[in-house]
């Protein structure tokens, strides 16, 4: 309440006028629109002289997403929260499939496929379908539900349940 007071006094306002314009500042989800929204408020009871310098530095969420992140920065993120940084501030662009040659075909012990790709991806099988794959055939990995990937033979419609191991 203090501050808020010493805000009206500042900007020349009662008390309840500088509380509904910081708390309504305050409701703004957007982190920049919030921040616009205090700026505009100070901006229009305190013009800036020509003597001020405003930072010119980019704001710590842009200055992340142009500098590719260290172990550090990343460090506590969930997953995906890392990975998404990690591709915004590489420009990687999403898709949704790859379509490859085999270059290699091993069924693990317990009869699941181990196919190597000629990007040298090994993907492994997941599930226990039968999916006759076999060296230079060329196949199709696609994204699925819940961040699992599915393979198929781009010349058959079984597709078979595999993450990646490399």
Same mark, same amino acid.
């Given at each position: 309440m203090k501050g808020i007071l010493l805000a009206s006094l500042l900007f020349g306002q009662s008390a309840s006028l500088a509380e509904e314009t910081w708390i309504t500042c305050r409701?703004? #989800?957007d982190i920049a629109l919030r921040v616009a929204c205090y700026d505009d408020y100070v901006d229009t009871r305190?013009?800036?002289k020509s003597s001020d310098s405003a930072e010119t530095s980019a704001p710590p969420e842009l200055a992340?997403?142009?500098t590719t992140p260290d172990a550090e920065s990343?460090?506590?993120a969930n997953d995906a929260e890392a990975k998404r940084i #990690?591709?915004?501030s590489l420009a990687i662009e999403q898709i949704d499939n790859i379509i490859m040659t085999v270059t290699d075909v091993q069924e693990s012990a317990t009869k699941r496929l181990i196919v190597t790709l000629e990007s040298g991806q090994v993907w492994q099988q997941l599930d226990d379908k039968r999916l006759h794959i076999k060296t230079g055939e060329t196949v199709t990995i696609r994204k699925a539900s819940l961040g699992s990937f599915l393979m198929e033979k781009?010349?058959?419609s079984r597709a078979i349940r595999v993450k990646r191991i490399n």
């Open positions: 409701q703004i #989800v305190l013009p800036m992340e997403s142009t990343l460090f506590g #990690v591709e915004m781009n010349s058959g």
